[in-house]
């Protein structure tokens, strides 16, 4: 069993960055994969980027591509989201999600989630 815990949410203007944090314990998380999605208010759970339990692949939703930019540190057993020129839109519950083997951009591939971290963006 994994659990995840996000931090380093929190309210910030347009144009403004912020660095998510989730960090895992249970299991390393060297053999799952990483994702992070996001859900904003009235809407469903979208993908946002993920990457591979090495680190060697990584993929992007369109609205984040040139933004926001995913890590992981196995070593701390964490996996980061750098999000920069941050837009109102942005404005969301984060959540990280892990699951092994390949990585997947559907909530539903997913087995273990986070309990979120909220997002706001002001204009």
């Known amino acids: 069993q994994v659990q995840l815990v996000e931090s380093g949410g929190g309210l910030v203007q347009a144009g403004g960055s912020l660095r998510l944090s989730c960090a895992a314990s249970?299991?390393?998380?060297?053999?799952?994969?990483m994702g992070w999605f996001r859900q904003a208010l009235g809407k469903e759970r979208e993908f946002v980027a993920a990457?591979?339990?090495?680190?060697?692949?990584?993929n992007y939703s369109d609205f984040v591509k040139g933004r926001f930019t995913i890590s992981r540190d196995n070593v701390k057993n964490t996996v980061y989201l750098q999000m920069n020129s941050l837009k109102p839109e942005d404005t969301a519950v984060y959540y990280c999600?892990?699951?092994?083997?390949?990585?997947?951009?559907?909530?539903?591939?997913?087995?273990?989630w986070g309990q979120g971290t909220q997002v706001t963006v002001s204009s």
């Open positions: 249970g299991r390393t998380l060297n053999m799952y994969a």
């Open positions: 999600a892990g699951r092994r083997l390949n990585m997947r951009v559907l909530p539903d591939d997913y087995d273990y």
């Open positions: 990457i591979s339990s090495s680190g060697g692949f990584i």
